[in-house]
C-alpha cells in the first residue's frame, strides 16, 4: 500500500507542476536544453521573481536540477527520461483533444532538440495555440 500512495503523491506532484501554464511552457522550453534563468525568463517573457517561484516549485517537484556554473546556475531537466515523457505526454494530450490541435499537425509539436530556447519556445507556443 506505501508504493501506491507514493506512486499517486508523486503523480499528483507532477499535475501541480504542469498545472500552471508558466512551468508547463519552462519544462517544454527546457527539453531543448539547459539555460540560464535571464534566458528562460526573456524567453517566457515573465519577470525573474515570477521564472525564480516557477523554477522553485519544479525544483522541488524533481523536475529540474540546477547545477552552479561560478556565480550562475543553469537549469535543466532532472532527467533525459523526462525530456521523451513530456514530448509523449503532449503528443497523447493533442490526439484527445482535437480542439488544441492544427489541422496540418502530424507529429511531436515541438521539437525534440530545436536549436536554441527562443525556437523552443516559439514552437511550444505555436503547438499550443
Known sequence: MVALASSAEVLARFG???SDPTRARLLLVLRAGAAYPSELAEVLG???TNLSNHLACLRGCGLVVATP???RQRYELADDKLRHALGDLLDVVLAVDPEHVHEEYTGPAV???PAGVAEAVAAVDEALS
Open 16 to 18: 501541480h507542476a504542469l
Open 46 to 48: 515573465v519577470g525573474r
Open 69 to 71: 556554473e561560478g556565480r
Open 111 to 113: 521539437p525534440l532538440v
